[in-house]
């Protein structure tokens, strides 16, 4: 029999989610036991199979045309797709740029901010593609499975993980259901 294949990535925030994701420690022995995991930001393999996997995971809000592109294609090739995290499943944070002008919060992140060094310029380039206003990943493609926090309970992380590779929507409520 063929395990379920899995494929992760990050779209906007600090990585916190997968970071969490890494601490439930020996345990991902027994999920990579259970599953093939086929991508991730931080293997050599970045992008899930063209032919699909079982269980797509992101984390981040979306505040580029570059992470749209890694939403749809995701949602794309995947069966079920979990929204990792308090900036997949709120937009968390980053949610706060969305109360100003995109311009006045570039300039003042990369022109204005006191870590700037004399000549702050905004990046700009296809490879990044152009910011949009932040969203949540299911104001960009369908979601079927949310994990919140900030960062997800490693715990509840390897509970809803469990779950979908045993082919069970895992229900988050109660003592798995953090907003932290």
């Given amino acids: ?37 086929r991508a991730t930001p931080v293997t050599d393999l970045k992008e899930p199979d063209e032919s699909g996997v079982d269980v797509g995971i992101l984390e981040g809000a ?9 939403a ?6 995947c069966k079920i797709l979990v929204a990792l995290g308090d900036c997949a499943v709120f937009g968390g ?16 992140a990369y022109v204005e901010a006191e870590s700037v060094d004399g000549d702050g310029k905004i990046p700009s380039s296809p490879e990044l593609g152009r910011p949009t206003r932040v969203r949540a990943l299911d104001e960009v493609v369908d979601v079927d ?17 469990s779950e979908l590779l045993q082919g069970r929507i895992p229900e988050l409520k109660d003592e798995k259901l953090h907003w932290h």
């Fill in 145 to 161: 499975v949310y994990i919140p926090g900030c960062p997800p309970d490693p715990d509840v992380i390897f509970y809803a993980l």
């Fill in 93 to 108: 944070v980053l949610t706060m740029r969305n109360f100003h002008k995109l311009e006045d919060a570039l300039r003042r």
């Fill in 62 to 70: 979306v505040n580029l045309t570059t992470n749209e592109e890694v």
């Fill in 1 to 37: 029999m063929t395990k379920p294949k899995i494929a992760t990535d990050w779209l906007a925030g600090c990585s916190g989610c997968h970071m969490s994701l890494l601490d439930i420690d020996e345990r991902i022995v027994q999920l990579a036991e259970l599953a093939d995991i």
């Fill in 72 to 77: 749809h294609r995701m949602r794309r090739r």
